[in-house]
């Protein structure tokens, strides 16, 4: 079956490093994107979209870049900071429900 | 404005019992999911809601789960002879709209079941 998923389930960065989190895809059908951020014992936070008609978006600090050939995804976030250390998730909007991958630890290191 | 609450935020009950999880949207969204997060793992979506009806339930795991949504707004999951494996934490969602472009859904802080 179709699936979204992660290829690492940690990550750890030191404090103002770039930290990049990956996402494999393989609903080809898949036309949106969202990346959410998971902070311990609350639910997950928006972070920024992308629609399949685009490569590439810039929030603040945040970019999310989507590469349809390889059917891969990443976040990209900019000078990270230890308020950033959560659980990203990557979501496929497909069939009118968001499927959720397995999520991806990052740890921002002092 | 008011997010997204859910009560309680921590439910502990014996295998076998009922029990109910609430949910209140953001005030005006329409459309309102459920999903069930295992222990370091991803978001399962259980169920959806456009108003007061639910025109996807295809997540449900079981005839024990159910849920109802009353004047478009609070939803109640109910889980029924609750196992050891309905542990997790149950999420909910709200969004203005439901269309495949998906409008954001806005989460609650969860509710952590916890059956002993």
């Known amino acids: 079956g179709e699936s979204v998923g992660l290829h690492l389930p940690t990550l750890s960065v030191q404090e103002g490093d770039n930290s990049i989190i990956n996402c494999a895809y393989s609903?080809?059908?898949?036309?949106?994107f969202i990346w959410y951020k998971q902070e311990s014992g609350k639910g997950p936070q928006f972070i920024i979209d992308i629609r399949s008609n685009m490569d590439k978006r810039q929030g603040q600090r945040v970019t999310v870049l989507l590469n349809k050939t390889v059917k891969h995804l990443s976040l990209q976030i900019a000078a990270t900071q230890p308020g950033d250390s959560a659980v990203y998730f990557c979501?496929?909007?497909?069939?009118?429900?968001?499927?959720f991958g397995s999520g991806t630890q990052l740890t921002v290191l002092p | 404005g008011a997010g997204v609450s859910q009560s309680p935020s921590n439910k502990v009950t014996e295998k076998g019992k009922d029990v109910e999880l609430r949910c209140d949207p953001i005030s005006g969204h329409t459309a309102l999911y459920w999903y069930r997060q295992s222990l370091g793992q991803g978001l399962e979506f259980l169920i959806y809601f456009q108003g007061n009806s639910a025109p996807d339930k295809s997540g449900l795991p079981s005839d024990r789960f159910s849920a109802e949504r009353t004047g478009g707004s609070v939803s109640t999951l109910t889980i029924q002879r609750t196992q050891q494996e309905d542990s997790a934490v149950y999420l909910c969602?709200?969004?203005?709209?439901?269309?495949?472009?998906?409008?954001?859904?806005?989460f609650g802080p969860g509710t952590r079941l916890t059956v002993l």
């Open positions: 609903n080809s059908a898949s036309d949106y």
């Open positions: 969602a709200s969004s203005s709209t439901y269309n495949r472009r998906a409008d954001t859904q806005y």
């Open positions: 979501a496929e909007n497909t069939a009118r429900q968001l499927t």
